[in-house]
Structure formats: C-alpha cells, structure tokens
C-alpha cells in the first residue's frame, strides 16, 4: 500500500496543475494586436453620438461583430448602397451590430434622409470627420467588418455587392 | 467713385459674412475633405 | 482707388511663370490642408487632389446645389475676387491656367480657334454645374472634369490599388477627356479657359466691373496688333480690354510697345504705364 502514495500524488498534482491551467485558460489574454485601422489589426476605439443623442463606443460591442459604413447622404454611390445595408440589418440585425457613420454633417440633415427612406439601423454622426480621419475614410462610401475579439477583417472601398457582407460575416457570427 | 464697385463689394462682403455665420464653411470643408468615389469619376 | 491701378502696374512688371508656378505649389501643398479645406480655392483646383489644401470653388457649388442650400459664402468669396480684381486669378493663380501655358510651349503646329465658340461656356455652365447636378444629385462636373482625372483621378489609382478594379465605363469617358484636352491645350492657346472653365465664367462678367480695369489709350495705338498676337485667349485687346474673355494676363500691357494698353481703375483716370 505505501508503494502506491508517490503516485496518487503524482496523479493528484497533474490533475490538479490541469484543473488550474483549465481554469486559468479564460484568464490568457488573446494575443495583443497593434491598433491600426488596417485589416488584420485591432480596430481603434472611437465614442460618437447616434442620432438619438446617445454615445455609442465601438468598444460596446465586443462579442458580436461589427460593420462600420462611412457615408453621407450626398454620396450617389452611398445612397446606392445603403438599402444593401439596411436589408442586412432586418435580416441579421440581431447576429451582427451595423454602425452606419455619417461623415461632416449634422443631426437634422442625417435624421431628415433616414428616416425619408425608413432607415432602421444605427447612424452614428461624426461631423468633425475625427473618426473618418483615424480610420482613414478620405474617399466614401468605405465599408468595414470588425470581428468579435475587435480585430478588422475586411475592408472596402467604394460600394458594397450584394451578398458581399453576409459572406464575411458568416465566419463571425457566433 | 464708381458707385457699382461699392455696391458689389458690400454686397459680398454681407454674402461672406452671412455665409460664415451660417455655418457654411462646415459644410465647404466636410466636401473638400471627403472624397466622393463615383464623384470623381472612379466608380 | 489708385491701389489697383498700382496693383496692376505691379504684375505687369512681374514675370507670370513663377507666380504661376508658386500659387501651383501653394495650392497643392499638402501640409496645410486641415486648416484651409474650408476656404475655396480662387483658381481652379481639384480638393480630392492628394496633395489640396483648399477647396474646388466649382466643385463646392455643385454641392451646395445638391444639398439645398444657398451657397452665400462660396458666392460671397468668388463675387469678391471678382469684384476687386476680375479675372486675375484665371491669369496668375490657377494651376490649371498655367499647365495649359506650359502645354501651349510644346512646339506643335497651333490651331487657333476663333472666340465665336466662347459661349459654349455658358452652357456648359449651366447645364454641368447647375442644372444636372440639381436634378440628378450627381456634381456632373466633377465626373467628367479633366482637371479631376489629373489631379485626383490619376493619383488615387496610383495610390490605392483596390480603387483600380472599381473604375468603368465613367472613368474611361473621363481619361478621354482629359487625353483630348491635354492635346488641345498643346495646340490651342488655353482653351479650357475660354470655352469651357466654370470659373472663369463666373469671374467674367466681373472684368467691366472691378475695382482693377484696363484701359486702352486710342491715340496712343499705332496699329501694329503686337497686343493681339500676345493674347493667350485669342482677344483683340484694343476692342476686348474689360471683356469676359480676358484672364488679367496683363501680357497686352508688357507688349505694347508705345503705351496704348494702361493700366487703370474704377472710377479713376487711367494711369499710363511707364517704360524703363
């Protein structure tokens, strides 16, 4: 019987150093992306208002993944796109977050335009262009998809083809 | 003096400053900075 | 207002190519960009150029008017250059002005075409710049304007190559344009600028009107047309002094070799222009 203690030890430490690895594995941080508005990097953190006066932080959304639209409504090929968009939206709006960013204008002109189409999802106002500028949207429309960890995974400049954006998301959406 | 010179000159001058105050330079710089694809004749 | 009769002499003392050349650089300077985007441009310059730092005064009509909006600033401005100094800017400051200088030296055979097809301006005035963009919401302009497809155009897809593979049908109509006006301007002296540039149309009228006037002195000509063969836009400046046609170039006055061409202003008399 006393021959037999070293090893109820040994297979009591080794359950035990993987109990502990176990419960530390949600504890390992994802390996850290420098931030860049490039595919393939973590996206920078941005805080807009929405045209119902309320901040929205890219950060909120962690988890789901995200897909940034920068636009303005006198944009012809983003007026074009954007019921791409909004069809999306009623179809998966509750798998992915869609921040559709509008570039220098104001509440009144942005609310005016969406609600005169029936626009449901979320637009995010951004007049001073900050955040155009960090993500580097100097030619619209620029369309954007951010993974659940926060990572940019896709990007598009000019318009969006239908059926584009559901076939990146599919591998997102958890 | 040429009366017209004067009268044009105040008259833009008022535009200008009518225009400044609304907030018209916001909507010049938002056009000037963003580029508009199919605007430009790329898409 | 003996200032714009000295503001004149001044320039016709100046050489132009390096004014040009400054206000080129200065326009597309790149670095002052953030501060001075809000600002139109008094030359014709492309904002979606890389390189602007001010914005396209007929570029930022055409948004206003798709838009809604009364464009008092951008009108106030140019109706005030106009005002003070009429089409001097089309002469001295637009980068578009001097590339057609510059293409004008290229020695090919010219083809001098006649001023009768000036007003076609007008119409391209008001059918691109006005009536198009504010029925269809497209700044027709801009998509097909040749100084875009060089300024902005051009170095966009040589910049961002995932631009290349949107470009069209559109963009090819637009390279054309600009190939054909690239070699007009090698053969025609400036013809954007009379018979199609925008800005130039606005500025026009202003020549009768502004604060800087040329005058020409009937008794002092002796008729050897020296004025007539130094017009870039084809002018016969005894005749054609403070019409819409004329871009302030002040070379009529550098060439008058007996002081026929002076330089004046509004509501002065004119000064003649000493000779050194």
């Known amino acids: 019987m006393r021959t037999r203690w070293p090893w109820a030890i040994i297979l009591g430490m080794l359950i035990g150093v993987t109990l502990l690895l176990a419960g530390c594995r949600p504890d390992v941080p994802a390996p850290v992306r420098p931030i860049k508005a490039e595919v393939g990097y973590s996206a920078p953190d941005f805080q807009l208002t929405d045209l119902n006066g309320r901040q929205v932080r890219l950060s909120d959304f962690r988890g789901k993944p995200v897909v940034l639209n920068f636009w303005a409504t006198w944009c012809p090929p983003c007026r074009q796109e954007l019921p791409i968009f909004q069809d999306l939206h009623a179809r998966r709006g509750d798998a992915f977050v869609l921040l559709a960013i509008s570039e220098g204008e104001n509440r009144e002109d942005v609310l005016a335009f969406v609600q005169h189409y029936g626009y449901t999802f979320r637009v995010l106002l951004d007049p001073q262009l900050s955040v155009g500028r960090t993500y580097g949207a100097r030619a619209i429309p620029m369309t954007m998809v951010i993974d659940p960890d926060g990572v940019i995974v896709y990007l598009r400049q000019g318009t969006v083809k239908t059926g584009e954006l559901d076939l990146v998301l599919r591998d997102y959406i958890r | ?43 | 207002m003996a200032f714009f009769a000295r503001f004149t002499d001044a320039l016709a003392r100046l050489r132009r190519a390096p004014v040009q050349l400054t206000s080129t650089l200065l326009w597309n300077s790149y670095f002052l960009a953030p501060w001075l985007k809000n600002v139109p441009c008094p030359g014709f310059n492309c904002y979606s150029c890389p390189l602007a730092i001010t914005a396209c005064p007929i570029g930022t009509l055409q948004h206003f008017i798709i838009i809604r909006r009364v464009p008092l600033y951008l009108l106030g401005v140019l109706g005030l250059i106009g005002t003070l100094f009429g089409r001097t800017a089309c002469g001295w400051t637009c980068p578009f002005g001097f590339l057609q200088d510059l293409l004008y030296k290229v020695p090919l055979p010219k083809w001098r075409v006649s001023n009768r097809w000036a007003p076609a301006r007008y119409v391209i005035f008001a059918l691109l710049v006005v009536i198009i963009p504010f029925i269809a919401l497209e700044p027709w302009f801009c998509k097909l304007c040749p100084a875009g497809a060089l300024e902005a155009g051009l170095p966009m897809i040589a910049l961002q190559a995932d631009l290349r593979e949107l470009t069209g049908l559109l963009f090819a109509v637009k390279m054309v344009i600009l190939a054909l006006f690239l070699l007009w301007m090698m053969v025609t002296s400036r013809p954007f600028c009379r018979f199609v540039c925008p800005l130039g149309t606005i500025y026009g009228p202003f020549n009768r009107l502004s604060g800087m006037r040329l005058h020409f002195e009937e008794s002092r000509c002796q008729h050897c047309d020296l004025c007539r063969h130094v017009c870039p836009t084809g002018l016969y400046p005894p005749e054609e002094i403070d019409t819409a046609g004329c871009i302030r170039c002040m070379e009529c006055l550098k060439a008058c070799p007996h002081g026929a061409l002076q330089s004046c202003a509004t509501g002065t008399s004119c000064t003649e222009r000493s000779h050194a």
Do not use: H, P, Y
């Not at chain 2, 400053?17 to 580029?35: D, P, Y």
């Open chain 2, 1 to 43: 003096m040429d009366k017209r010179f004067w009268v044009l000159l105040s008259l833009f001058l008022l535009m200008t400053a009518a225009g400044l105050l609304l907030g018209e330079a916001r909507f010049v710089f938002a056009n000037a900075s963003l580029i508009c694809l199919s605007c430009i004749g790329i898409q």
